[in-house]
């Protein structure tokens, strides 16, 4: 069983480092010729985005947001409400959405969505780790690292609440308390 001493490393910091080079190269590819808004979203996104963007040779702004989700349960069924501060100026602009971890998909589609109604000319997704069995919506990311089917993965900027966002891998269990 792997604890904060004697994590179990799923994802090395080499096959992380060879994979988003490899996203870097088709990004740089795909948007040849382009300015690049790069949105990040925190804090799960922060490390692969910073390592993102600087695998891309291209011009790029980069925006950061914070979404915060809560459930509300109404009866038999449950809504989510996803908040976050819209101050991106994203209109006529070519858009990649940078997060760690897709899971249910509820949050990404939602940003896609805002994005293209603040009048993005294209908006993308690339995230390093995608765990497909929690979707719960039909988004897929344009760009991804790694499936994973772990519970929990931390490391590599992917944490919680706080601890365990520093490691240079990932690693499934309990991030160190």
């Known amino acids: 069983m792997p604890n904060a001493t004697n994590p179990k490393v799923v994802i090395t910091p080499e096959q992380i480092s060879k994979r988003v080079a490899a996203i870097g190269r088709q990004i740089t590819d795909d948007y040849q010729g382009k300015t690049l808004h790069i949105v990040c979203v925190l804090e799960n996104g922060f490390v692969f985005a910073a390592d993102l963007v600087r695998s891309l040779e291209l011009p790029m702004v980069c925006h950061f947001v914070r979404p915060f989700t809560r459930e509300i349960l109404q009866g038999n069924t449950s809504t989510t409400e996803i908040f976050y501060r819209p101050e991106l100026n994203v ?35 690339a995230v390093l780790l995608d765990r497909q069995s929690q979707r719960r919506v039909g988004i897929q990311p344009d760009y991804f690292g790694f499936l994973v089917n772990e519970d929990f993965v931390h490391g590599y900027g992917l944490g919680g609440p706080d601890l365990g966002r520093n490691m240079p891998y990932i690693a499934i269990g309990q991030a160190p308390a």
Do not use: C, I
């Open 91 to 125: 209109g006529g602009q070519h858009v990649l959405l940078v997060d760690g971890l897709m899971e249910s998909g509820v949050t990404s589609e939602f940003l896609v969505r805002n994005l293209m109604g603040r009048g993005a000319l294209t908006v993308k997704v």
